[in-house]
């Protein structure tokens, strides 16, 4: 029973691995998530005064709806501030008996969680939601764009760190842009929207919060997710902000 179970996991890695994140040729689809800036808050649950500030100007965030594709030019400067200074809860971010992931990824530095089609998504920390994907507008073939994803969600955690889930089936009912989020909320539900070749899984990646819009590459990820999501799914507490803070500057936000 063990060694089916094992192929079987395999055989999902290896479609997977062919297939997120790995496409060439077809027209490319224009649509963007949209972005908050760090700083906003939902109006019903305002940050504590420990909470993270993102150090640069406020600035006017976007009022297009989700599926719009924003104007602005991103920035290659970061727009948050990565510290270690408040202890934060960590949350595995998928809420199920059965998951598995993987140490290794298509491309970049990511990781793939194989759950259920429907299983619960969750907050991974506590922060604020910065970017959210209610369309699949991807088009099967297309080259590597922003809306692999399909249906997606990001937040900011209070340690500074973004954290990115994709590929959902359906984004949580009062899940937007802006709304501050506790660790182990629900965000949504695993699916297999985007380029997930049809297999039910989260998609997860962490990076810093870099450019205001459009910069998919990093956020798909830039670290490998693997040990913080072990560490996390026997409820201990590894911490991804000093590996993401050595990223980031060795890398100034290019990926």
């Known amino acids: 029973m063990q060694l089916l179970r094992t192929l079987s996991g395999l055989t999902v890695l290896a479609v997977c691995l062919a297939g997120c994140g790995n496409n060439s040729g077809g027209v490319p689809v224009s649509a963007t998530p949209q972005f908050v800036e760090p700083s906003v808050t939902s109006e019903a649950a305002a940050p504590t005064p420990s909470s993270v500030v993102p150090s640069q100007p406020a600035a006017t ?14 920035s290659s400067t970061g727009s948050a501030t990565i510290t270690a200074s408040k202890k934060v809860k960590y949350v595995f971010p998928v809420k199920a008996s059965n998951v598995d992931w993987h140490t290794t990824h298509s491309k970049y530095k990511a990781t793939d969680i194989f759950a259920d089609c429907g299983e619960s998504v969750v907050a991974t920390t506590s922060g604020v939601v910065l970017e959210i994907s209610l369309k699949d507008v991807y088009v099967k073939g297309s080259p590597d764009g922003p809306n692999n994803g399909g249906l997606s969600v990001s937040l900011l955690g209070d340690d500074g760190v973004r954290y990115y889930g994709s590929h959902l089936s359906k984004v949580q009912s009062g899940i937007k842009k802006g709304v501050r989020v506790t660790a182990g909320q629900l965000l949504g539900k695993v699916g297999h929207t985007g380029n997930a070749n049809g297999v039910c899984h989260l998609h997860f990646g962490i990076s810093p919060p870099c450019a205001k819009v459009g910069d998919w590459k990093v956020r798909r990820g830039v670290v490998w997710p693997y040990s913080y999501l072990a560490s996390w799914r026997k409820g201990g507490s590894k911490s991804p902000v000093a590996e993401v803070a050595a990223w980031k500057r060795s890398h100034n936000c290019k990926a």
Do not use: N, Q, R, Y
């Not at 965030?61 to 924003?70: L, M």
């Open 61 to 74: 965030s976007p009022s297009a709806s989700a599926s719009a594709t924003p104007s602005a030019t991103p």
